[in-house]
Nanobody
Framework: QVQLVESGGGLVQPGGSLRLSCTAS????????MGWYRQGPGKQRELVAT???????NYTDSVKGRFTISRDNAKNTVYLQMNALKPEDTAVYYC??????????????????WGQGTLVTVSS
C-alpha cells in the first residue's frame, strides 16, 4: 500500500558530499516521522537522523554538523544532505517512515515502512 523509493547513493571520496532522497508513495494522509538509518559492514543498523512533520530534528552524534535532514511534507519526501563524508560513513542507508496514516473503510490505519536501502561508499 505504501512504498519508499530511495535514490542518491554512490561512491564518493573522503571529504565529499552526497544527497539522498526518499519518497513515499501510496494513499497517504500524513506521515509523522521520516528518517534515515544505516548499517555499515559488520555493524548493526543505527539511527542517522529523523525529522517529524513539525520539523523536529534528531541526529546521531557522529553526523552532527556534517549531515542535514529535511523534508517536503507536500511531496512525502525526505532528504539527507551529507557533507564532509568519512570512510566510516560507508554503509547501506535505509529510509524509514513511521506514523504513516492511510485511510481505510472505516477509519484510518497507522503504518511503518522501510525502504530497500541505498549504498554509500566513502573511499579514495
Amino acid at each position: 500500500q505504501v512504498q519508499l523509493v530511495e535514490s542518491g547513493g554512490g561512491l564518493v571520496q573522503p571529504g565529499g558530499s552526497l544527497r539522498l532522497s526518499c519518497t513515499a508513495s501510496g494513499n497517504i494522509l500524513t506521515i509523522a516521522t521520516m528518517g534515515w538509518y544505516r548499517q555499515g559492514p559488520g555493524k548493526q543498523r543505527e539511527l542517522v537522523a529523523t525529522i517529524t512533520s513539525g520539523a523536529r530534528l534528531n541526529y546521531t552524534d557522529s553526523v552532527k554538523g556534517r549531515f542535514t535532514i529535511s523534508r517536503d511534507n507536500a511531496k512525502n519526501t525526505v532528504y539527507l544532505q551529507m557533507n564532509a563524508l568519512k570512510p566510516e560513513d560507508t554503509a547501506v542507508y535505509y529510509c524509514n517512515a513511521d506514523g504513516i496514516v492511510i485511510p481505510t473503510m472505516p477509519g484510518i490505519r497507522f503504518l511503518e515502512v522501510w525502504g530497500q536501502g541505498t549504498l554509500v561508499t566513502v573511499s579514495s
